[in-house]
């Protein structure tokens, strides 16, 4: 049984289904969904989709960038242009992809929804669990009925607020990072002329940064601004639920805070557009993701920034070892979690702690910003996919 219909549960469904088992999906939200936003998926989440066998459907409705453009953001100059395209996928052997996440979460929907052997059950919570010596008894809420299934296993993908995670004893709040991101999406002709076709912008200013690229065959951008601030927005609990605290933003707070930016970055800003806003916030790497047959995959283990645009490709990663692992023993299934989270526990760590570093590098001012600059001059586009050959060159085994 897999907790939450996210990216993580649903690649978790379609490989575990592929590898011989039953698979059970529980999703609290009455629809499978994403927000209005975009998603980046670097080589090393395509590498996981195509293990899934799910890459050539993702990339049917992705768009590949032709580079990523890192600009300053109050001067406007260009800092590093870093091929993506041809360049990334000749170098990791597989594609650098954005796609809208409705997208990206109606692919998944449709590979699931073709595999009989997975059963997804809409509108219903995982609300608490114990363990048996068989595997699992699970608490399940619709509605105001209650009942209780068993499984073999318990994967808790139910995202940053998991209650599979607390049920198993870490009832921690997640750690607020005093950063809000605002995400919109445009149609693209409005985009101004200095921005627009196939290339992901990146734009580096104190205390913000912003990010866009295309989406739709390249019809819509995706525009992400991030700042440092927390009180200027109202915030209030998500209605979905999920990976976030979430709200609409008032465009003229975001507004006066690129005031000073270069005017392409603003004209990004001052698109007629709802913002939505996200509260981010993490945890620090888990020491433990579960006990006996039950254990945590994607943002429910490893809540990360996005400041590295890794959450969901940690999710994919797991779904693809968390496979593998259950696959090599389906006869003893809490050795197989426990063997999974040994594999994935340092890499996920090592995100979870890079993306915290780059929230402070993103953000810099003054000289500490120039310095950062440089080092990025310095280091070049080969230099820098060569800092995160780690990262992306990461490949299923
Ligand atoms: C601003 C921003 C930008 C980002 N950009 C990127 C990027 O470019 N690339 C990238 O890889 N990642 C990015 N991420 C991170 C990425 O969005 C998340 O890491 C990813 O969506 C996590 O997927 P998940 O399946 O683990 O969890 P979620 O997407 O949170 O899914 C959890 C699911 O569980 C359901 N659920 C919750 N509780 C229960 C329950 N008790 N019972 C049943 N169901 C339940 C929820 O309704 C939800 O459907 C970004 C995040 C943010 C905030």
């Given at each position: 049984m897999i907790a939450g219909a996210g990216v993580g549960g649903l690649a978790a469904a379609v490989g575990l289904a592929d590898a011989g088992f039953a698979v059970s999906v529980i999703e609290r939200a009455p629809q499978v969904t994403e927000i209005g936003a975009g998603i980046q998926l670097t080589p090393n989440a395509t590498a996981a989709l195509a293990r899934l066998g799910l890459l050539d459907r993702v990339a049917a409705v992705a768009v590949e960038p032709r580079a990523m453009v890192i600009r300053?953001?109050?001067?406007?100059?260009?800092i590093l242009r870093m091929p993506l395209g041809s360049t990334v996928a000749r170098r990791f052997g597989r594609p650098w992809l954005v796609v809208h996440r409705a997208d990206l979460i109606a692919a998944l929907a449709a590979a699931v929804a073709a595999t009989p052997a997975i059963k997804i059950t809409l509108g219903t919570t995982v609300e608490a669990f114990a363990l048996n010596p068989e595997g699992v008894t699970v608490s399940l809420v619709t509605g105001r009925e209650r009942r209780e299934e068993t499984a073999a296993a318990l994967i808790g993908a139910d995202g940053l607020w998991s209650m599979v995670r607390r049920g198993a004893g870490d009832a921690r709040a997640p750690v607020v990072s005093g950063r809000t991101a605002w995400r919109t999406t445009i149609p693209s002709e409005s985009l101004p002329p200095e921005l627009a076709g196939l290339d992901s912008g990146l734009w580096l200013g104190p205390d913000a940064h912003l990010v866009h690229y295309p989406i739709r065959r390249g019809s819509a951008c995706n525009i992400v601004a991030v700042v440092r601030?927390?009180?200027a927005v109202t915030i209030k609990p998500s209605e979905a639920g999920g990976s976030s605290w979430s709200g609409v933003g008032d465009p003229e707070v975001l507004i006066r805070r690129f005031e000073r930016w270069a005017a392409p970055a603003r004209a990004l800003i001052e698109q007629p557009a709802t913002w939505l806003t996200w509260r981010l916030a993490d945890r620090p790497?888990?020491?433990?993701?579960?006990?006996g047959a039950q254990t945590l995959l994607g943002d429910a283990a490893h809540p990360m920034l996005p400041f590295l645009a890794q959450g969901a490709a940690m999710a994919i990663e797991d779904a693809v070892v968390l496979t593998q692992a259950m696959a090599a023993q389906p006869g003893n299934l809490p050795a197989a979690l426990r063997a999974y989270e040994a594999i994935r526990r340092p890499r996920t760590a090592r995100v979870q702690k890079e993306a915290r570093i780059n929230s402070l590098a993103y953000h810099l001012a003054g000289p500490a910003a120039l310095a950062r600059d440089v080092v990025l001059q310095t280091r070049g586009p080969a230099g820098l996919l060569s800092r995160y050959r780690w990262l992306y060159g990461w490949r299923p085994d």
């Amino acid at each position: 049984m897999i907790a939450g219909a996210g990216v993580g549960g649903l690649a978790a469904a379609v490989g575990l289904a592929d590898a011989g088992f039953a698979v059970s999906v529980i999703e609290r939200a009455p629809q499978v969904t994403e927000i209005g936003a975009g998603i980046q998926l670097t080589p090393n989440a395509t590498a996981a989709l195509a293990r899934l066998g799910l890459l050539d459907r993702v990339a049917a409705v992705a768009v590949e960038p032709r580079a990523m453009v890192i600009r300053n953001g109050r001067s406007g100059h260009e800092i590093l242009r870093m091929p993506l395209g041809s360049t990334v996928a000749r170098r990791f052997g597989r594609p650098w992809l954005v796609v809208h996440r409705a997208d990206l979460i109606a692919a998944l929907a449709a590979a699931v929804a073709a595999t009989p052997a997975i059963k997804i059950t809409l509108g219903t919570t995982v609300e608490a669990f114990a363990l048996n010596p068989e595997g699992v008894t699970v608490s399940l809420v619709t509605g105001r009925e209650r009942r209780e299934e068993t499984a073999a296993a318990l994967i808790g993908a139910d995202g940053l607020w998991s209650m599979v995670r607390r049920g198993a004893g870490d009832a921690r709040a997640p750690v607020v990072s005093g950063r809000t991101a605002w995400r919109t999406t445009i149609p693209s002709e409005s985009l101004p002329p200095e921005l627009a076709g196939l290339d992901s912008g990146l734009w580096l200013g104190p205390d913000a940064h912003l990010v866009h690229y295309p989406i739709r065959r390249g019809s819509a951008c995706n525009i992400v601004a991030v700042v440092r601030d927390e009180t200027a927005v109202t915030i209030k609990p998500s209605e979905a639920g999920g990976s976030s605290w979430s709200g609409v933003g008032d465009p003229e707070v975001l507004i006066r805070r690129f005031e000073r930016w270069a005017a392409p970055a603003r004209a990004l800003i001052e698109q007629p557009a709802t913002w939505l806003t996200w509260r981010l916030a993490d945890r620090p790497p888990l020491t433990a993701w579960g006990r006996g047959a039950q254990t945590l995959l994607g943002d429910a283990a490893h809540p990360m920034l996005p400041f590295l645009a890794q959450g969901a490709a940690m999710a994919i990663e797991d779904a693809v070892v968390l496979t593998q692992a259950m696959a090599a023993q389906p006869g003893n299934l809490p050795a197989a979690l426990r063997a999974y989270e040994a594999i994935r526990r340092p890499r996920t760590a090592r995100v979870q702690k890079e993306a915290r570093i780059n929230s402070l590098a993103y953000h810099l001012a003054g000289p500490a910003a120039l310095a950062r600059d440089v080092v990025l001059q310095t280091r070049g586009p080969a230099g820098l996919l060569s800092r995160y050959r780690w990262l992306y060159g990461w490949r299923p085994d």
